[in-house]
């Protein structure tokens, strides 16, 4: 079974800091995309990174898939109470039709 | 509306019970999923469909089964509920061609079993 693990598991910091949260795994992925989800809601995808060493940028968000594609970090800039919510990282493995998903970090940003 | 829908959005039910929860969709997707959220365990898959006559376990389907009754609709049914699976059930729908596997969630189902 693959393992996607994310660190850290809680996060909690003041409005305005800078974070980061990453995902990693002993396994390779095709690709790899960062899910979004608040509370009474399913996970909402933010992003897919295929390439090794690929970054992409949403707004104050910056999301770096690892160069031997086995890991992938994500990071906020002037952090705002609306990024508020579980980050869900999941790995998709070449002719896989599945979705593996990372243990998942909580993020609250205290305003 | 929204293109996932879930229903029933909680249910408590006891041992023993039969259970079934339902999963529509309107994105016109074929491929559908059931997965269960806990708590520091992420989304672990149930079931997957790819069309209404292929259905395949998924990495923790022992206790599920499923049943894909039209290409927009997928349901889960729990045929004797045990107190462990208390979780936060979401049904995903995800277009079968030339992407890189995106996948819509609904708004999930609060199971408790007592």
């Known amino acids: 079974t693959q393992l996607l693990e994310q660190s850290p598991q809680f996060l909690s910091i003041q409005e305005g800091e800078n974070l980061t949260v990453y995902c990693n795994s002993s396994?390779?992925?095709?690709?790899l995309q960062w899910y979004r989800q608040e509370p009474g809601e399913g996970p909402v995808l933010l992003v897919t990174v295929v390439t090794g060493g690929e970054v992409k940028k949403l707004k104050r968000l910056t999301f770096q898939f690892g160069d031997a594609r086995k890991d992938s970090s994500l990071h906020i800039t002037a952090a705002q109470p609306g990024d508020t919510g579980l980050y869900l990282c999941?790995?998709?493995?070449?002719?896989?039709?599945?979705?593996?998903f990372g243990t998942g970090t909580r993020l609250t940003i205290i305003p | 509306d929204a293109d996932v829908t879930q229903t029933p959005r909680n249910r408590i039910t006891k041992t023993g019970k039969r259970i079934m929860l339902e999963c529509s969709q309107t994105k016109g997707h074929d491929r559908m999923y059931w997965y269960r959220q806990d708590p520091g365990l992420g989304l672990r898959l149930i079931y997957y469909s790819f069309d209404v006559k292929d259905i395949n376990k998924g990495e923790i389907s022992d206790g599920y089964s499923v049943s894909r009754q039209a290409q927009a609709k997928f349901s889960l049914s729990l045929e004797s509920a045990i107190p462990n699976q208390t979780a936060l059930y979401f049904c995903?729908?995800?277009?079968?061609?030339?992407?890189?596997?995106?996948?819509?969630f609904g708004p999930g189902t609060r199971l408790t079993v007592l």
């Open positions: 995903a729908t995800r277009y079968g061609w030339g992407s890189y596997n995106e996948q819509f």
């Open positions: 999941a790995g998709v493995s070449l002719g896989n039709e599945k979705l593996t």
């Open positions: 396994s390779v992925f095709s690709s």
